[in-house]
């Protein structure tokens, strides 16, 4: 729909592994890289059929955990299933019989009346824009940026303050602690059987109001130190190119990308979020918004204070900001947290 | 069940080799073969899905394709992922590649193939492994056990084997001890294979590809016999640091034995 082929929409959904893999092409993990700024990747596991009428295929998720074969006649019937044996030839009319392999795409052109290789397919579409000029002519890095001085202290106590989020001993004591002290999160097994935040008339911490239900059970069991070439944990901040608006006009800018690690950001970066302005000479513009509200105005009040909030941040972005940070900074005796 | 019944009445021992030898055409469901028995041949004409010889046990599985067949042995596959996942004991040959994860956490099978997927021989503890055709990526990842001769068949193998707990050897000429004597009968090491004392890697590997011949008739394998001195070189042997440490332990205090 928004213009892209069929084999490049699903490499854009379903990519390949292509972080810390050194045996991919460059061309190629520029397109990975500069795509993965629009589409976050999915992992499946799964081995997922497409077609859009002139092309047909079939893509695996990056781990291959779903299995995918396929076989082709003497006539070029060609029969992918997730099992063999699903529907069976007379065997001297077969003469290949292949899987697909992870994060590798099966694709028949039906005009042109053949099977287009996989290296083939992604060479002429990831070679079809410069993708990766334009990632370094609108890429900065949040870790590359001199580090600035935190100057956002507390208007209130380090104790008063936690209370006004709902942090509790437990949380300091037996989950921050732990982070802190071993870099890794406490492992408990006991449950957690106190009532959902939703359901619970007691203060509770935004955090607790997520609950991730997700395991990725895979047989045989494998582990991301084995298989991390498949883990990445880049992120983004801020603008992100157009879904929809595949060309970069020439002479037009490619759309900026300001890029982290990982999502999870310290007090130094968001210090240096505040000033990117300064550090990037005007590249990223950012706008501080209060998320806090005037206690006394109470809960109807919080509702009301939420539309201004988002109806100013829609304004800013139209106003030319690219950044936003919702800073709750202010929380003291007066003002709530939203 | 067929093995079900045969451990009830012989244990892990099962039968002598070959007492029963059952023959299938066609395609095959998941699993199949998995926990075989000692004394059982499946011999198969056709292919397999996934996690063919799961848990095998000491039978014997062999994959071929139909006669009909005209396709490369080498280029074709013929057995799905997670092939011989925890296979404890026996044997399975198949002439045509194999999916991805071939042999994973394996602890003591034997196994011949044309070619593996991706993470091949992963978290492997024991066991013999032989490659005739290309690997995928990450090979060896986690192994701690056993043999793998891979032929390489590019030579660019280093590049897709996960150098984290193995080495690349090649074959060695020498054996690492004189015979099995040395260990005396009680030879309680578990996983290790004795022939990966008592044989030279050349003369295990020339067997086993033989062996691959006689059962699957795979004219890849039997020609690179019948030419062994120009394949024998690219051939590599994947070589677990942990291994080679539980080798030599066990060398040693087969000695200590003898002296005292």
Not at chain 1, 237 to 250: D, F, T
Not at chain 1, 268 to 280: C, G, P, S, Y
Not at chain 2, 13 to 20: E, F, K, S, V
Request: charged content about 25%.
């Amino acid at each position: 729909m928004g213009g892209y082929s069929m084999p490049q929409a699903m490499m854009m959904l379903i990519p390949e592994a292509w972080a810390e893999n050194p045996l991919m092409d460059e061309e190629r993990r520029a397109f990975y890289e500069y795509n993965a700024a629009m589409m976050e990747p999915w992992d499946g596991p799964a081995a997922v059929a497409f077609t859009d009428g002139r092309m047909i295929g079939a893509t695996l998720d990056r781990n291959g955990l779903r299995p995918a074969r396929y076989q082709i006649t003497d006539d070029v019937i060609v029969m992918l299933a997730s099992e063999m044996g699903v529907l069976t030839f007379p065997q001297e009319e077969v003469n290949k019989k292949w899987r697909l392999q992870p994060g590798k795409m099966f694709l028949i052109d039906l005009e042109q009346g053949r099977i287009v290789d996989d290296e083939e397919l992604k060479k002429s579409i990831s070679t079809a824009r410069p993708y990766r000029q334009w990632i370094e002519k609108s890429r900065q890095h949040l870790h590359t940026l001199p580090g600035v001085e935190d100057t956002e202290g507390l208007r209130e106590s380090l104790l008063h303050t936690q209370q006004a989020f709902g942090y509790t001993q437990e949380d300091i004591k037996f989950i921050l602690a732990p982070i802190a002290s071993n870099a890794e999160e406490a492992t408990g097994s006991m449950g957690n059987d106190s009532p959902l935040p939703v359901l619970s008339d007691k203060n509770k911490l935004l955090y607790n109001y997520f609950k991730q239900l997700f395991a990725q059970v895979t047989n045989p069991p494998i582990d991301p130190i084995r298989e991390e070439i498949v883990m990445s944990t880049m992120s983004f901040i801020g603008p992100r190119p157009n879904l929809l608006g595949i060309e970069v006009k020439a002479g037009e800018e490619p759309p900026l990308r300001l890029e982290v690690e990982q999502p999870v950001l310290s007090s130094a970066d968001l210090a240096k979020l505040r000033q990117i302005d300064k550090l990037t000479n005007g590249k990223f513009r950012v706008l501080v918004l209060d998320t806090t509200f005037p206690a006394s105005e109470g809960t109807d009040g919080c509702q009301a204070a939420l539309d201004a909030l988002c109806a100013r941040a829609e304004a800013s972005v139209g106003e030319g900001y690219n950044v936003l940070i919702l800073s709750d900074r202010n929380v003291d005796r007066q003002r709530a947290p939203k | 069940m067929l093995s079900g019944e045969i451990a009830k009445r012989h244990g892990g021992a099962g039968l002598p080799d070959g007492t029963l030898t059952i023959r299938l055409h066609g395609t095959t469901g998941q699993s199949f073969g998995a926990f075989l028995a000692n004394g059982v041949n499946f011999v198969l004409e056709g292919e397999g899905n996934d996690y063919v010889g799961n848990g095998l046990s000491g039978g014997r599985i062999v994959v071929r394709p139909p006669a009909a067949f005209r396709g490369e042995t080498q280029d074709n596959i013929i057995v799905g992922n997670n092939v011989l996942y925890g296979a404890t004991d026996g044997e399975a040959y198949f002439s045509g590649v194999g999916g991805e994860r071939f042999a994973v956490r394996n602890p003591g099978a034997t196994a011949v193939v044309e070619g593996v997927g991706d993470h091949g021989c992963e978290y492997m503890t024991g066991g013999t492994v032989v490659v005739l055709g290309e690997t995928g990526r990450n090979f060896g990842a986690g192994m701690s056990g056993g043999f793998a001769y891979v032929y390489d068949v590019d030579g660019k193998f280093a590049s897709r084997c996960n150098m984290a707990q193995v080495a690349l050897e090649p074959l060695s000429a020498e054996r690492t001890a004189a015979d099995a004597s040395e260990f005396g009968e009680d030879t309680e090491y578990g996983a290790v294979d004795l022939r990966h004392f008592t044989m030279r890697d050349e003369d295990l590997l020339k067997e086993l590809i033989a062996k691959h011949v006689e059962w699957t008739g795979s004219q890849h394998a039997k020609s690179m016999l019948d030419q062994w001195d120009k394949h024998r070189a690219k051939f590599i042997k994947v070589m677990p640091h942990e291994y080679r440490r539980a080798l030599d332990d066990i060398k040693k205090n087969a000695k200590v034995k003898e002296a005292v």
